[in-house]
């Protein structure tokens, strides 16, 4: 029992963590993306707002014309600042600091 407890604390609804997260402005705004069908949760497509999202899972998210690909590292307790936003994922389609494209001369 205890252990599911724990497994619990360390989930949260999608819409409320996306709305943590900031990528969305208010947690209608994150609902609403979900119900679009412009979320996906470890490769299947989320089908409601209340899923159960936590550290490990990886979201594909549509915002507008830009393709998104986060795995969530916390789930966070509140909608804080953007610097503590940044610290709930990991953003995957973010090019290391070593490959950047050079610039043309």
């Known amino acids: ?3 599911d407890a724990a497994d619990k604390a360390e989930r949260i609804r999608l819409d409320k963590w ?11 705004l994150a609902a ?3 119900g679009a069908g412009h979320v996906r ?6 089908l409601r707002p209340g899923r159960s999202v936590g550290p490990g899972d990886v979201l594909t998210v549509v915002l507008g014309s ?17 610097t503590e936003a940044a610290t709930l994922f990991l953003d995957l389609d973010a090019a290391p600091a070593g490959d950047a494209r ?3 001369a």
Request: include cysteine; proline fraction near 5%; charged fraction near 35%.
């Open 18 to 28: 996306i709305w943590h997260a900031r990528l969305v402005k208010s947690r209608g």
């Open 66 to 82: 830009r393709v998104r690909l986060l795995r969530i590292l916390d789930c966070g307790e509140r909608r804080g600042p953007a």
């Open 32 to 34: 609403d993306l979900v």
């Open 41 to 46: 949760v470890n490769g299947a497509k989320a």
């Open 1 to 3: 029992m205890a252990d």
């Open 102 to 104: 050079p610039s043309e």
